[in-house]
């Protein structure tokens, strides 16, 4: 699965691959985001499942597969951490320490002029889901509609309100 995001303005996003359940999954080369790390971590929990692999040699089975030069220079160190608090380091490390806030601001752009609404509209959902555990951030399910249109282009917001006069 190659996860692809315009929100982290990135020039080549890490992909995240696993050929099964009974291969340990990969983060390849490039701007590792959010997206990237929770799917890193579902296809590994699977997989320590999959192969019965112990909980003391669970970081150790990933450790070679992230590509990362943060990974590399603490090793030692890291492989003798629980894969929770790995993927807790990993995050830390990685990631930007405002990407909750720069994601959010996502929420809040309005529709610009030259953009299509489903690619607005599904930059916004992208970015949501992403915010999913950060509930000071996150857009409800049957709240997205009503943000959606206090957010689309006024011309569009008028039509709509037209045809749902019913």
């Not at 992909?15 to 799917?39: C, F, K, M, N, W």
């Not at 929990?45 to 112990?54: A, L, R």
Request: hydrophobic share 35%; glycine share 4%; net charge negative.
């Amino acid at each position: 699965m190659s996860v692809t995001s315009t929100m982290f303005n990135s020039v080549y996003t890490a992909e995240v691959s696993q050929a099964s359940t009974s291969h340990a999954p990969i983060i390849g080369r490039g701007s590792i985001g959010p997206q990237q790390l929770d799917y890193f971590e579902y296809c590994a929990k699977h997989y320590f499942s999959y192969k019965g692999i112990m909980v003391d040699k669970q970081v150790e089975k990933v450790l070679y597969n992230v590509d990362s030069s943060d990974v590399q220079e603490n090793e030692e160190e890291l492989k003798g951490l629980t894969f929770p608090v790995f993927m807790s380091c990993l995050r830390g490390e990685v990631l930007a320490t405002d990407w909750e806030w720069a994601t959010a601001q996502c929420l809040t752009k309005k529709q610009g002029e030259e953009e299509r609404f489903a690619e607005w509209a599904s930059n916004l959902r992208e970015a949501n889901n992403t915010l999913i555990n950060n509930k000071r951030f996150y857009i409800l399910t049957d709240r997205i509609c009503d943000h959606l249109l206090l957010h689309c282009l006024n011309d569009l917001r008028m039509e709509y309100s037209i045809s749902n006069k019913d």
